[in-house]
C-alpha cells in the first residue's frame, strides 16, 4: 500500500449548486420509464490496472460430516458464489478477473449514490426519502473507493474497501461517503486509518468534473499485494513475535451469530494451547493488533471481527472458522487461498437461537492443520 497521500491533492472547491439528479433517478423508477444503467457502463474511459488470473482453490481442513450439518449458507455477496461444499473440497478452477478503472466525466455524488444522466451506481444500501438538492464541493478529479458493502459491513470496509484506498490515491482524490445518522463512521475505522495512513475525503454531495470507479473484487496478485501491504504497515506498530493463536471474541455483536459456549472454547484453547483471548468490542484498536500479531493460528465465530487477526497473519498461518449450521460463509477460505495461508472449519449443532461447538472436534481440526 503507497503512503495514502494521494498524487491528485488539489482541494475540492466550494461549488454551492444544486441538481435533481436523485429525484430523476427516482422518478424514472417509479413511472416505469428507461431503465437504470449502472455508470460504469458509459464510462468515457476504462482500463486494466492489474492483470486476471486462473486460480486453484486448495482443500480445507475439516473432520468428516461437517458439511452434512450445513443448513444454509451465505454465497451471494462472496465471489465465486458456489456452494461451500464445493470450495471446501478444493479443486475449484476460479477466474480471478483483472483490477479495473473507469473515468467518468461530469458526475454528480448525492447522499451515498452516484449519477450522471440515467446511469447510478449506488455507494450505500438505502437511498434517501428525501436526498438534498444542494452540492457543496466540485472536484477537478476524484476516485471513490468505497462500496455498498464496505459502507454496510466493518469486515468488508477493512478487508476491501481499505484495500482499494491505495488504488484511488493513484487516480485520483481518494473519496468516501461521509458518515450520517443511517450510517454512522465505525467505531475502529479513525484509528484504523491513522495506522494506516488513510486520509480520505469524505464528502455528503460533490460534483467531480471526472471521477474514478473501480473493480476490485477478485482476488489477483494485485490484490494480494496491496492486502499484504496493509497489514504490514499495521505489524510496524507493535511487537510481533510468533505466538500460537489468539481467539478473537464476537459475542451478540452484528448478524446474530451466536455461540452458546464461546467463552468456554476460547477458554479452553488458551488453557490447551496458549491462545491469547481477545474482546474487539471492548478494546482499542492498539490492543486489538497486538494481540493478534504473530498468531499462528486465527479462530473464531465466522464474521467481521476475525478481520483484526486475519489482516496480520502471515503467509503458511491458519484460520480456524467456527461455523452456525444456518448460516456457512466461505469468504475467509476466498483470502487464505490467496494470501498462501490455510483453512479449516467446524459448523456447530443448533441450539435455542444459537449454536454449539464441541470443543474436542476443534482440538480435532486443530491437529490437522500444519501448526
Known sequence: MGSGISNFSAPPTRHNTWTLA?????????????????????????????????????????????????????????????????????????????????????????????????????????PSTFPRISVDHEIERGAVYCTQNGNSWFGTWLMEDCVTYALACDEGVPVTTAPSARFPLFTQAPAYEDWLDMRPLRLHSAFFRELVLFDDHCNNRSRHARYRAMGQKLLAHVDAAPHPGVFILRGGDGDLRLLRNEIAVAEHLAKTRGFRIIDPLRADVPSIVAACAGAQVVIGVEGSQLVHGVNVLQPGGCVLTLQPPNRFVSYYKYLTDRDHQHFGFVVGLPEGDGFRIDVAEVERTLDLMPL
Open 22 to 126: 436523485a429525484y430523476k433517478n427516482m422518478a424514472r423508477k417509479r413511472l416505469g420509464r428507461k431503465p437504470d444503467i449502472d455508470l460504469k457502463s458509459i464510462a468515457d474511459k476504462s482500463w486494466d490496472i492489474a492483470p486476471g488470473e486462473s486460480t486453484v482453490s486448495p482443500a480445507a481442513f475439516y473432520l468428516p460430516g461437517q458439511l452434512e450439518r450445513v443448513t444454509g449458507w451465505e454465497g451471494k455477496r462472496f465471489y465465486p458464489y458456489v456452494h461451500p461444499a464445493q470450495t471446501m473440497e478444493g479443486g475449484v478452477c476460479i477466474e480471478q478477473g483483472a483490477t479495473r478503472g473507469y473515468l467518468i466525466k461530469d458526475a454528480w455524488l448525492v447522499d451515498g449514490a452516484l449519477y450522471k444522466g440515467n446511469a447510478s451506481h449506488w455507494l450505500s444500501r438505502k
